[in-house]
């Protein structure tokens, strides 16, 4: 039974992972269209360092945008933030550390953020790791599920007034959350996040990739209910070749080398679905989506569970310690 319990879960994420292949065999990369200009407006991008995040942040920037990139490796942001500012002629980029995986830490970035006066127009929520072996966070959550679901709802969460005043009609401030094909493989045990039964970094992954969805809907349908100029979508880069991967078995580490120069996408490319959901005109006031290689796409029927979606969001406020809504 344990034995099952470990082996569904991966090979339900490796056949996502191969349809993902498949579809990239014969379709390009989604081509970004000419954005429109950004100056003035401010965005914050977790995980921006590198990888997609930093493309991500780089693009912003480009427009005009002053982009925090916020992360919990500071050298690296460092570097991320000089090179993005020695081109950038309208926006810049700055460097402010945020750990995901400690609520303490997003209570300090929020705060720190709230205290400069600043507006946020867009929140980026694309910080995330794969596959790591069974571990906790400091506040006692599992880590996959911790780092990239719940750091980001709380985030989200304590940010969301100041994006609904920094919105308008007619110019709506936006969150993007980065998911993944392999939340079409996750299901979610409200009673087990910690996963303490059985426990599977493939399954932890793809629960993580779930809940942002499950998330998404829930939030975009209590913003649109309240009239609040703010939209929510989530996003599916497909499979890009990035650092995530850096947690394969060691067998499919060395097969992924090959596939990935072939058939994967590069960092900038995966980044196009962000910089669209963050910038495109045609994407202004449209929420509540999954988005995948620019289109609008059906994400698994388990995300449109409206029940699954409330208890959800209950049990992670109080996870997090914030009063349900």
Aim: proline share 3%; hydrophobic share 45%; aromatic share 8%.
């Amino acid at each position: 039974m344990w034995l099952l319990a470990v082996l569904l879960p991966l090979i339900r994420l490796y056949l996502c992972g191969l349809k993902v292949l498949v579809y990239q065999l014969f379709h390009r990369s989604f081509p970004l269209p000419v954005l429109p200009k950004l100056n003035g407006r401010v965005a914050i991008v977790t995980g921006g360092t590198r990888g997609m995040g930093f493309e991500t942040a780089r693009h912003l920037s480009s427009l005009g945008m002053h982009v925090i990139i916020a992360g919990n490796q500071r050298e690296e942001g460092s570097v991320a933030v000089r090179k993005i500012n020695e081109v950038a002629n309208e926006g810049k980029a700055e460097f402010v550390f945020l750990d995901l995986t400690s609520l303490k830490s997003v209570h300090t970035f929020v705060q720190m953020f709230r205290d400069r006066g600043l507006p946020l127009h867009v929140l980026i929520n694309n910080a995330g790791t794969m596959l790591v072996p069974e571990r906790t966070t400091e506040d006692g959550f599992e880590f996959h599920f911790c780092l990239n679901y719940l750091g980001h709802f709380l985030l989200t969460n304590l940010l969301l007034d100041l994006l609904k005043k920094s919105g308008q009609p007619g110019r709506c401030s936006r969150i993007i959350n980065m998911s993944s094909a392999t939340h079409y493989a996750g299901v979610l045990d409200l009673e087990d996040l910690n996963m303490r039964i059985c426990y599977s970094s493939h399954a932890a992954y793809s629960q993580s990739k779930l809940a942002l969805v499950l998330f998404t809907y829930f939030l975009q349908e209590q913003l649109a209910a309240s009239g609040s100029p703010v939209t929510v979508n989530a996003v599916d880069p497909g499979m890009v070749d990035t650092a995530l991967y850096d947690n394969l078995w060691t067998l499919a580490k060395m097969l992924k080398q090959p596939v990935a120069k072939v058939l994967f996408r590069s960092p900038a490319e995966g980044a196009s679905i962000l910089i669209y959901a963050a910038a495109a005109t045609e994407l202004e006031g449209v929420g509540g989506c999954y988005l995948y290689n620019g289109l609008k796409t059906q994400s698994s029927d388990l995300s449109y569970d409206a029940e699954l979606q409330a208890k959800l969001w209950k049990k992670s406020c109080e996870l997090v310690g914030l009063q349900k809504t």
